[in-house]
């Protein structure tokens, strides 16, 4: 056992030297002097990333996002979140005491992206079923698909929600042993897969979709499908941040994205930092800049696509990929497998949440409507999948006939 400990000894300080934050974290968290048997049960899992040099890649393209704060993080059995809805003004990380306040985190965007909410929802079900592992088996069971079920309902349009609580469920539910407490470890230690798996898929998303990206282009994004909205180095920001890694001279315009300002607050500003060339625009700028031809390439996320290949994204994806369509510029949509929902046939299944009216009406703090204006204010559109040109996801990029390819991918 000695050697084997020694062993993973040096394989933390390998992880620590490429400033793996996320991974150097795990080890931290399963170092204790109770958890050894799972550190060396899960050595030969972090042993096999750093042989395929998986490690290598994350940390060429950490090393261009080395000044963007952890989305999350989770420390000796404590969730501490990135207030995201303080950026870029200000970063502040909340310790998250309870799963209601996880699930007003989620609400409230403190923590947002599709990938992100999923890796949130996991470890915040252990946040609410922590206490309660003194329970019998039967009644901690009940505890926690209550809590599951409750976190579910923070936001309905993003799959990875569900489908993060649904794993974590899944555990439960097939638990063969009678001890609450050891199904709240396995429980953790399926959140922490969660959240590694997470870091994984966007540096295999970006990967896939990085040689779409040649120099001299404009790429153009829309809202936050960045780091900040994942774990890892984002979905439709990895190829980019791999292009620039590789030396690639490329141009990103980063739509404002309204209501909320997601591309102005957080994607240009995480650019930014990162030493990306990011020129930001309002959104009613897009139509003229395309026909200036600077753009050449579109890359956005999604939060939900669809089994015929419909994509949910924040509200003005659509009318993006209408003029993307009218110029003929290509439209690629970036998603993990958890970002697709076979289960529903057409995007116009798909439950659209509606905000505040206030996030429309004030602009910030200053109310720049009316009194008593009525207001819409749908977060999500879904664009159709005939705009879409392929979606870039960890097996490759699928092109249409989409219903058919992604049958074949993912079932």
């Not at 042989?51 to 059995?77: C, H, Y």
């Not at 429980?187 to 120099?215: P, T, W, Y």
């Not at 509606?354 to 008593?372: D, I, K, M, N, Q």
Request: proline share 3%.
């Amino acid at each position: 056992m000695r050697n084997t400990v020694i062993e993973a000894l040096i394989v933390a300080i390998i992880i620590l030297k490429k400033r793996n934050n996320i991974l150097f974290l795990l080890y931290l968290h399963l170092s204790g002097v109770n958890r050894i048997l799972i550190l060396i049960n899960r050595l030969e899992l972090i042993k096999d990333i750093v042989e395929k040099n998986q490690l290598s890649e994350q940390d060429s393209a950490v090393s261009g996002t080395s000044g963007i704060p952890q989305t999350l993080r989770w420390s000796a059995g404590e969730l501490y979140l990135l207030d995201q809805t303080k950026l870029p003004l200000e970063v502040v990380e909340e310790k998250q005491e309870s799963v209601e306040q996880v699930w007003h985190s989620i609400k409230q965007l403190k923590v947002r992206g599709a990938p992100a909410i999923g890796v949130a929802a996991a470890y915040g079900l252990l946040i609410g079923v922590r206490e309660q592992t003194g329970m019998n088996l039967s009644e901690y069971l009940q505890e926690v698909e209550n809590k599951a079920a409750y976190l579910d309902s923070a936001r309905p349009t993003a799959v990875n929600l569900k489908w993060a609580l649904n794993r974590m469920l899944a555990i439960a539910k097939t638990f063969s042993g009678n001890d609450s407490r050891e199904l709240y470890k396995q429980l953790e230690e399926e959140a922490i897969r969660i959240h590694e798996e997470d870091v994984q898929l966007c540096l295999k998303m970006g990967g896939n979709g990085v040689s779409l990206i040649n120099e001299g282009m404009g790429v153009l994004t829309h809202c936050n499908a960045g780091a900040l909205a994942t774990t890892g180095i984002g979905t439709a920001t990895s190829p980019m941040y791999l292009a620039h890694q590789n030396g690639v001279q490329f141009r990103v315009y980063a739509d404002e994205t309204r209501p909320l300002l997601q591309g102005a607050r957080l994607t240009s500003w995480e650019l930014k930092k990162s030493g990306l060339d990011v020129t930001l625009l309002t959104d009613n700028m897009a139509a003229h800049i395309m026909s200036q031809g600077l753009i050449d390439l579109v890359i956005t996320g999604t939060d939900r696509v669809v089994a015929n290949g419909d994509v949910a994204n924040k509200i003005g994806t659509h009318g993006v990929a209408i003029l993307a369509k009218h110029f003929g510029i290509p439209f690629y949509v970036a998603c993990p497998y958890s970002t697709i929902d076979l289960n529903t046939a057409e995007g116009k299944d798909i439950v659209i949440e509606e905000r505040e009216a206030e996030e429309v009406s004030h602009f910030g703090l200053r109310r720049t409507a009316p009194e008593e204006m009525k207001v819409r204010n749908p977060a999500f559109d879904v664009t159709p999948h005939e705009l879409v040109t392929g979606l870039i996801t960890e097996k490759g990029i699928i092109r249409a006939p989409f219903a058919e390819n992604l049958r074949k991918e993912y079932l």
